[in-house]
């Protein structure tokens, strides 16, 4: 049963810092892998998403890396700032699929990051 | 390009009643996909939906149920509440699976009392 560990649970920073929030998955088959952000009682923003096949993925200040065989993957967020304060999730697809399409998304617990300023 | 709407907002409800959530998925998207977050639990996923045909289902009982409809609109229901399922339950859409990237709305907030 594949599992997601997201390490630190919660994190503060101060602000201009870079960090890096941590996920591992326990089964390697996965078709891809997720970053997402949620706000305080909101829904969740899609931050990056790589495929399996890949090693990492950009997107402005972000950075997310995926490393299959060790099954680990990261979230880099260069200098950090104060509007970057939420809970950030990871999450994977499992490679099997149904009818066309993949198994299910599981998330991670998240890492809730505060940023100072 | 309007977002993932979702109805109602927040919602109390009472043991042993029904509930019925509504989620309008980005024009165009044709996947929906459910999920339930709780503190405990975190993120779990319940069902997608493609082409009015449930495509893939998570570990919940068949109290939870869902469909979805020609214009891709999607509910959900849940039957005979519990305590327990108290959550915010939030909707995401993507164009045609939920392998790519998923949009999420604001979620729908329950609370059984």
């Known amino acids: 049963k594949q599992e997601v560990t997201q390490i630190p649970a919660a994190l503060s920073v101060p602000e201009g810092e870079n960090l890096v929030l941590n996920c591992s998955f326990t089964?390697?088959?996965?078709?891809?892998l997720q970053w997402f952000r949620q706000d305080p009682g909101k829904g969740l923003t899609s931050l990056l998403l790589?495929?399996?096949?890949?090693r990492e993925q950009t997107s402005g200040r972000l950075n997310a890396s995926l490393d299959k065989s060790s099954g680990r993957s990261t979230l880099y967020i260069a200098a950090s700032q104060p509007g970057d304060s939420a809970t950030y999730l990871c999450?994977?697809?499992?490679?099997?699929?149904?009818?066309?399409?993949?198994?299910?998304?599981?998330f991670g617990k998240g890492t809730k990051l505060s940023v100072k300023p | 390009k309007a977002g993932v709407t979702q109805t109602p907002r927040y919602l109390i409800k009472t043991r042993g009643q029904q509930v019925t959530l509504s989620c309008s998925p980005i024009?165009?998207?044709?996947?929906v996909s459910w999920y339930q977050q709780t503190p405990g639990q975190g993120l779990q996923f319940l069902f997608e939906?493609?082409?009015?045909?449930?495509?893939n289902k998570g570990n919940f009982p068949g109290r939870f149920s869902g469909r979805q409809f020609s214009n891709s609109r999607s509910e959900m229901n849940v039957s005979t509440l519990e305590l327990g399922d108290s959550a915010l339950y939030l909707c995401?859409?993507?164009?045609?699976?939920?392998?790519?990237?998923?949009?999420f709305g604001p979620g729908t907030r329950l609370l059984v009392l």
């Open positions: 995401a859409s993507s164009l045609l699976a939920n392998r790519e990237t998923q949009y």
């Open positions: 089964d390697s088959a996965i078709y891809n």
């Open positions: 790589i495929q399996s096949s890949q």
């Open positions: 999450a994977v697809s499992e490679s099997m699929n149904y009818g066309g399409s993949q198994g299910n998304l599981i």
């Open positions: 024009s165009g998207h044709r996947s």
């Open positions: 939906y493609f082409s009015e045909t449930q495509r």
